[in-house]
C-alpha cells in the first residue's frame, strides 16, 4: 500500500478518508458537541480522555474554543454576533471559508472566557492539547507510517471532507431543508448520514440539550447510536432530555 500507481491504491486513499471523516463526526458530535457544548451526555473520566486524545490527533480542535463558537452561535442565532450564520456572511462564505470565520472568533479570548468558563485549561491542555499542530503531526505520521503514501494521500482527502461536512452542518444546515420547528436551521437526513446526526439542524436549535438529534418519525441520527452504545458499556449517562432521547 505504499505507492498510489493503481487504481486500487487510490480507492484504498478514498476508504481510509470516509472512514477517518466518520469518526471524527462522530467524536466531534459525541464529545464536543452533546457533552463539552450542551451537557446532554456525560462521559466517564476514561473516555473523556479517549475524546480528548482522538479529537487532538484528528483535529487539532481546542474543546474550549469550539465550545465557545458553538455556544456563541447559540447565543445570536442567525442575527448579528453569530459566528457562522449564512444569513450573515453569504452561503458560499460559510460552506467554503468556515474555518476562517471559525478562527476570527475561536482566538478571540473574551468570547472563549465568556462562553468556556466551565472548561478551564489544565496541566494536559498545557503540555499538549492546546498544541494543534503536534496533535495533526502525531496523527499524520502514524498514518504514514502505517499505510504509507496511501495514508498520506487519505489524511489529505479526510481534511478536505472533514472540513467540507463540519462547514455544511452550519451553511446547509441553516439554508436548505425542512423546518418542522420555528427556527432558521434545517434538517437534512442525506447530511445527518454523513456528519453522524448533525443535519437534523433544526430539531437540534429547538431542542438543544436533547441527547438525540432524531426526533420524528423517519429520522436517523447516528451519533444516537454511539451515545447509548457507551451508555450500555457504562462508559457515559444522559444528564438532560432523558426521555426525549429514549422515545
Known amino acids: 500500500m505504499g505507492s498510489l500507481r493503481s487504481p486500487s491504491s ?9 472512514v477517518l471523516s466518520e469518526a471524527s463526526f462522530v ?14 451526555v456525560v462521559l466517564r473520566p476514561g473516555a473523556r480522555a479517549v475524546g480528548r486524545v482522538l479529537l487532538w490527533v484528528g483535529t487539532g480542535i481546542r474543546p474550549r474554543q ?6 456563541k452561535h447559540h447565543a445570536h442565532t442567525d442575527e448579528p454576533g453569530d459566528p457562522h450564520s449564512p ?5 458560499p462564505t460559510v460552506q467554503f471559508g468556515n474555518v476562517g470565520l471559525y478562527r476570527r472568533v475561536a482566538k478571540d479570548p473574551e468570547v472563549v472566557a465568556r462562553y468556556a468558563r466551565d472548561l478551564p485549561r489544565d496541566g494536559w491542555d498545557r503540555w499538549l492539547f492546546d498544541h ?24 489529505g482527502l ?4 472533514y472540513l467540507l461536512g463540519s462547514a455544511a452542518v452550519n451553511g446547509v444546515g ?7 420547528s420555528a427556527n432558521l436551521a434545517t ?6 448520514w454523513i456528519v453522524a446526526g448533525e443535519g437534523l439542524h433544526n430539531n437540534h436549535h429547538a431542542m438543544a440539550t436533547a441527547p438525540r438529534l432524531a426526533m420524528r418519525k423517519g429520522e436517523i441520527d447516528p451519533g444516537w447510536w454511539v451515545v447509548r452504545l457507551l451508555v450500555a458499556l457504562r462508559l457515559a449517562e444522559l444528564r438532560h432530555n432523558a426521555r426525549v432521547a429514549a422515545t
Open 174 to 180: 441553516h439554508w436548505w431543508g425542512k423546518r418542522p
Open 66 to 71: 469550539w465550545v465557545a463558537v458553538h455556544r
Open 158 to 161: 479526510y481534511a478536505v471532507i
Open 27 to 40: 467524536v466531534t458530535t459525541v464529545f464536543l458537541h452533546r457533552t463539552l457544548a450542551h451537557r446532554a
Open 10 to 18: 487510490l480507492l484504498e486513499a478514498v476508504a481510509l478518508a470516509i
Open 187 to 192: 434538517n437534512n437526513q442525506w447530511l445527518a
Open 87 to 91: 444569513y450573515i456572511f453569504g452561503f
Open 132 to 155: 494543534a499542530l503536534i496533535g495533526l503531526g502525531l496523527g499524520t505520521a502514524v498514518l504514514v507510517v502505517v499505510f504509507g503514501w496511501v495514508g498520506l494521500v487519505g489524511a
